[in-house]
């Protein structure tokens, strides 16, 4: 092949370099805090005690342009929230907690959150967020050498298994099973399902839990893996009009739930659709996709969504104010937040805080107080993880006049294939 | 048959946001011989102006259609005025990688505007499908194959018909003969652009309906169509069509048959059959489809 004009040539070039970059989101920015081990005798600079000391908490969260971004930010923010008020209320242990110094945004790239680890790991106690299940495996090991406990903004079924993680909640393999168990029950679901969801941790934890469920219930199942953007989602629709489920379980962003969903719906399928809870977004009631999504499409979750009424709740939206847009991201924040807490008391009332007192408080507790947002047995971390993991997960619908667009269905329930199941193992290894 | 004939809708619904998208690169690159990378910017902040017409201002969609267009025309000048006017005469290497510059400033302006929540335009009926013989179409798809049929031929008339349309002709034929002629090249350098921003903004403005709307990364959309001006030629019209086109239709066609008849090729082929046509053409036609082969004089 000859090439004919030095123009034609670059611009075949730079079509390449096109396709590369289709594949790469990537970059970021940010600072640490400068406190030794993330413990300072020191006032925090809030100063909200200033005869306070201060432990630093660092963020690494998705705050721009990867797929979670509409809801890392408010994460975030109900994390600035929840510790604002644990300063106000007097701190822990004589200290007070900063977790506004050390912010990073990762956009979702793992290559990018270890580069923002290695940026602030002198400098925190622990991380009060690491989001995504990659993301967060990219400096687990760090992590274990530098004693740094994290609270992942993911609900994979690893973190049961690592003790240098600080989970909450049903992970997405129980959230799967209770959602293909809920419509089992309830949507009528009688001879297929299909999980639709991201290659690796996220959509594979996820689809274990539906193909369990499924062997379960006696469904067929198939496994669809798609990519990211709304632009990409040709295949996993073609594939859903394809096999003809009676049920789809995604594991996606938002974004491309609602493409699937509007997508499918569009050329007349009437299957349920059964969604992680990562992919509600409230801004997609806006959308064309809006009359499917209300017709088929419900949440699985692992608590109740944010207008729900338990004085966790309340406090949150208190806490966040009334200035906001209501978001679930709001809710997970405020909620990830309660294990920490309780390690971090249990740290000073043993006597020390340091990252090694964290941790090991943590490795202890019996049971955590989430102000009812889920009993304080689902924050027991003493024991074998098939006896500690919480598994049960709430099922939301859409509703257009509920804060976040959606309101429970079913409330916090362990489906019959999520109590039998054998949890020995991560239903999907990260290794 | 149905679901070849759905498949193929659904191509040529999506090949018409590319569509759109190539004819302004081959507006650009007729009347300058630069490639355009500033073009996904340009559909975004277009998209965005349809979101702020419609979502903010509350204006009815068709108008905030035309608004979007206009003020994407506008921007495609100023971009012009500025960063391309002071460079006429460089390499048109140097003016690529200009645009690429222009395409980062855009995007980190209009990413300060679309912040985390998705901006979505509400198309009106958007919802509403038309099924004939067990395929259907949304209104919002035939609303954006209408406006791209018809955007297509109001270019093809404007220049053969107009005397606007020929200077432009004129110029990307030869700079200097139609200086002589008194053409005002500037002019027609700035109408490319023109052109070519209200075009990325009426495709914008299509993106932007659809169900997940404009978000950060959406910019990448518009990397699809430079296969597809490289399918169709650089400089063809007709070709920039044809290319969005195909690129859309291969990749619906790709996405639904080829796990069943090529499974081999792995999952979610379709993503790069687009590119896999690129360099089957260019095997066959270096030129693209409907590319000037050019004679060089040794």
Same mark, same amino acid.
């Given at each position: 092949?000859?090439?004919?004009?030095?123009?034609?040539?670059?611009?075949?070039?730079?079509?390449?370099?096109?396709?590369?970059?289709?594949?790469?989101?990537?970059?970021?920015?940010?600072?640490?805090?400068?406190?030794?081990?993330?413990?300072?005798? +020191?006032?925090?600079?809030?100063?909200?005690?200033? +005869?306070?000391?201060?432990?630093?908490? @660092?963020? !690494?969260?998705?705050?721009?342009?990867?797929?979670?971004?509409?809801?890392?930010?408010?994460?975030?923010?109900?994390?600035?929230?929840?510790?604002?008020?644990?300063? $106000?209320?007097?701190?822990?242990?004589?200290?007070?907690?900063?977790?506004?110094?050390?912010?990073?945004?990762? $956009?979702?790239?793992?290559?990018?959150?270890?580069?923002?680890?290695?940026?602030?790991?002198?400098?925190?106690?622990?991380?009060?967020?690491?989001?995504?299940?990659?993301?967060?495996? /990219?400096?687990?090991?760090?992590?274990?050498?530098?004693?740094? !406990?994290?609270?992942?903004?993911?609900?994979?079924?690893?973190?049961?298994?690592?003790?240098?993680?600080?989970?909450?909640?049903?992970?997405?393999?129980?959230?799967?099973?209770?959602?293909?168990?809920?419509?089992?029950?309830?949507?009528?679901?009688?001879?297929?399902?299909?999980?639709?969801?991201?290659?690796?941790?996220?959509?594979?934890?996820? /689809?274990?839990?539906?193909?369990?469920? /499924?062997?379960?219930?006696?469904?067929?199942?198939?496994?669809?893996?798609?990519?990211? @953007?709304?632009?990409?989602?040709?295949?996993?629709?073609?594939?859903?009009?394809? $096999?003809?489920?009676?049920?789809?379980?995604?594991?996606?962003?938002?974004? $491309?739930?609602?493409?699937?969903?509007?997508?499918?719906?569009?050329?007349?399928?009437?299957?349920?659709?059964?969604?992680?809870?990562?992919?509600?977004?409230?801004?997609?009631?806006?959308?064309?996709?809006?009359?499917?999504?209300?017709?088929?499409?419900?949440?699985?979750?692992?608590?109740?969504?944010?207008?729900?009424?338990?004085?966790?709740?309340?406090?949150?939206?208190?806490?966040?104010?009334?200035?906001?847009?209501?978001?679930?991201?709001?809710?997970?924040?405020?909620?990830?937040?309660?294990?920490?807490?309780?390690?971090?008391?249990?740290?000073?009332?043993?006597?020390?805080?340091?990252?090694?007192?964290?941790?090991?408080?943590?490795?202890?507790?019996?049971?955590?107080?989430?102000?009812?947002?889920?009993?304080?047995?689902?924050?027991?971390?003493?024991?074998?993880?098939?006896?500690?993991?919480?598994?049960?997960?709430?099922?939301?619908?859409?509703?257009?006049?509920?804060?976040?667009?959606?309101?429970?269905?079913?409330?916090?329930?362990?489906?019959?294939?999520?109590?039998?199941?054998?949890?020995?193992?991560?239903?999907?290894?990260?290794? | 048959?149905? &679901?070849?004939?759905?498949?193929?809708?659904?191509?040529?619904?999506?090949?018409?946001?590319?569509?759109?998208?190539?004819?302004?690169?081959?507006?650009?690159?007729?009347?300058?011989?630069?490639?355009?990378?500033?073009?996904?910017?340009?559909?975004?902040?277009?998209?965005?102006?349809?979101?702020?017409?419609?979502?903010?201002?509350?204006?009815?969609?068709?108008?905030?259609?035309?608004?979007?267009?206009?003020?994407?025309?506008?921007?495609?000048?100023?971009?012009?005025?500025?960063?391309?006017?002071?460079?006429?005469?460089?390499?048109?290497?140097?003016?690529?990688?200009?645009?690429?510059?222009? &395409?980062?400033?855009?995007?980190?302006?209009?990413?300060?505007?679309?912040?985390?929540?998705?901006?979505?335009?509400?198309?009106?009926?958007?919802?509403?499908?038309?099924?004939?013989?067990?395929?259907?179409?949304?209104?919002?798809?035939?609303?954006?194959?209408?406006?791209?049929?018809?955007?297509?031929?109001?270019?093809?008339?404007?220049?053969?018909?107009?005397?606007?349309?020929?200077?432009?002709?004129?110029?990307?034929? &030869?700079?200097?003969?139609?200086?002589?002629?008194?053409?005002?090249?500037?002019?027609?350098?700035?109408?490319?652009?023109?052109?070519?921003?209200?075009?990325?903004?009426?495709?914008?403005?299509?993106?932007?309906?659809?169900?997940?709307?404009?978000?950060?990364?959406?910019?990448?959309?518009?990397?699809?169509?430079?296969?597809?001006?490289?399918?169709?030629?650089?400089?063809?019209?007709?070709?920039?069509?044809?290319?969005?086109?195909?690129?859309?239709?291969?990749?619906?066609?790709?996405?639904?048959?080829?796990? &069943?008849?090529?499974?081999?090729?792995?999952?979610?082929?379709?993503?790069?059959?687009?590119?896999?046509?690129?360099?089957?053409?260019?095997?066959?036609?270096?030129?693209?489809?409907?590319?000037?082969?050019?004679?060089?004089?040794?």
């Amino acid at each position: 092949m000859k090439l004919h004009t030095p123009v034609l040539r670059a611009a075949v070039g730079l079509t390449l370099t096109a396709l590369v970059l289709t594949g790469c989101r990537s970059g970021g920015d940010d600072e640490g805090s400068g406190a030794v081990d993330g413990v300072s005798s +020191d006032a925090c600079p809030a100063k909200i005690n200033p +005869d306070n000391g201060c432990i630093y908490l @660092g963020v !690494i969260s998705d705050l721009t342009k990867g797929p979670f971004a509409p809801l890392a930010v408010p994460i975030t923010d109900a994390q600035k929230a929840f510790w604002k008020k644990v300063n $106000e209320d007097g701190g822990v242990g004589g200290y007070d907690i900063d977790v506004e110094s050390n912010i990073a945004d990762a $956009e979702y790239n793992p290559e990018v959150h270890n580069r923002k680890y290695q940026e602030m790991r002198k400098d925190v106690a622990a991380l009060a967020q690491t989001l995504g299940s990659s993301q967060t495996l /990219a400096i687990l090991e760090d992590m274990k050498s530098d004693d740094v !406990i994290g609270v992942p903004a993911s609900w994979n079924s690893a973190w049961e298994f690592e003790d240098q993680i600080l989970e909450s909640g049903a992970n997405y393999c129980f959230e799967a099973m209770n959602g293909v168990d809920w419509a089992v029950a309830n949507r009528g679901v009688k001879a297929k399902v299909v999980a639709v969801g991201y290659p690796g941790d996220y959509g594979g934890d996820a /689809a274990a839990g539906v193909e369990a469920a /499924a062997k379960a219930n006696g469904l067929e199942f198939k496994k669809i893996e798609t990519p990211t @953007g709304q632009d990409n989602q040709a295949g996993a629709v073609a594939a859903i009009l394809k $096999e003809k489920p009676d049920l789809v379980v995604v594991s996606t962003g938002p974004a $491309e739930m609602a493409t699937l969903v509007g997508g499918t719906a569009a050329q007349g399928f009437k299957g349920t659709f059964v969604g992680s809870s990562p992919t509600w977004n409230p801004a997609l009631l806006d959308s064309a996709a809006a009359p499917a999504l209300k017709a088929l499409y419900f949440q699985a979750g692992p608590w109740g969504p944010f207008g729900t009424d338990t004085p966790g709740h309340e406090a949150m939206r208190q806490a966040i104010g009334e200035d906001v847009s209501p978001n679930d991201g709001y809710t997970a924040g405020w909620t990830w937040s309660y294990p920490l807490l309780a390690a971090i008391k249990k740290a000073a009332d043993d006597g020390d805080v340091t990252r090694e007192a964290i941790v090991e408080a943590a490795k202890n507790l019996d049971e955590v107080d989430y102000e009812g947002i889920l009993p304080p047995e689902a924050g027991r971390t003493t024991g074998e993880p098939s006896e500690t993991a919480y598994r049960a997960s709430v099922i939301s619908k859409v509703d257009e006049s509920a804060p976040t667009g959606v309101t429970m269905a079913q409330e916090l329930t362990v489906g019959p294939t999520a109590e039998g199941y054998d949890f020995s193992e991560p239903c999907f290894s990260l290794q | 048959m149905t &679901d070849f004939v759905q498949a193929l809708v659904n191509g040529l619904g999506q090949g018409s946001v590319y569509a759109l998208l190539a004819l302004g690169y081959v507006m650009i690159y007729k009347a300058t011989k630069v490639i355009s990378f500033a073009q996904p910017s340009l559909m975004i902040i277009g998209g965005l102006f349809a979101y702020h017409f419609t979502r903010v201002w509350e204006l009815p969609f068709w108008i905030g259609l035309v608004l979007a267009a206009l003020c994407g025309a506008v921007l495609g000048m100023v971009v012009e005025r500025l960063a391309m006017r002071p460079m006429v005469g460089k390499p048109v290497f140097t003016l690529a990688i200009i645009t690429i510059g222009v &395409d980062i400033v855009l995007r980190i302006i209009a990413n300060r505007y679309i912040g985390v929540q998705s901006k979505i335009v509400e198309y009106p009926g958007g919802s509403e499908r038309l099924s004939v013989g067990g395929v259907s179409i949304s209104h919002q798809t035939l609303g954006l194959m209408v406006v791209t049929a018809l955007v297509v031929v109001g270019l093809l008339t404007f220049f053969r018909k107009s005397r606007t349309g020929l200077a432009m002709r004129a110029t990307a034929l &030869d700079q200097e003969t139609a200086l002589a002629q008194g053409i005002k090249v500037g002019t027609m350098f700035a109408l490319a652009w023109a052109i070519a921003g209200g075009l990325a903004a009426i495709a914008g403005t299509f993106v932007a309906t659809q169900a997940a709307g404009i978000e950060q990364t959406t910019w990448i959309i518009a990397l699809k169509a430079l296969p597809a001006i490289i399918i169709g030629g650089l400089e063809s019209i007709n070709g920039a069509v044809i290319g969005g086109l195909a690129v859309g239709v291969v990749e619906a066609l790709t996405a639904v048959y080829q796990p &069943d008849v090529a499974p081999w090729l792995g999952a979610n082929f379709a993503l790069v059959a687009p590119y896999a046509l690129m360099f089957a053409v260019l095997l066959v036609r270096p030129y693209g489809l409907f590319g000037q082969k050019e004679v060089e004089r040794v």
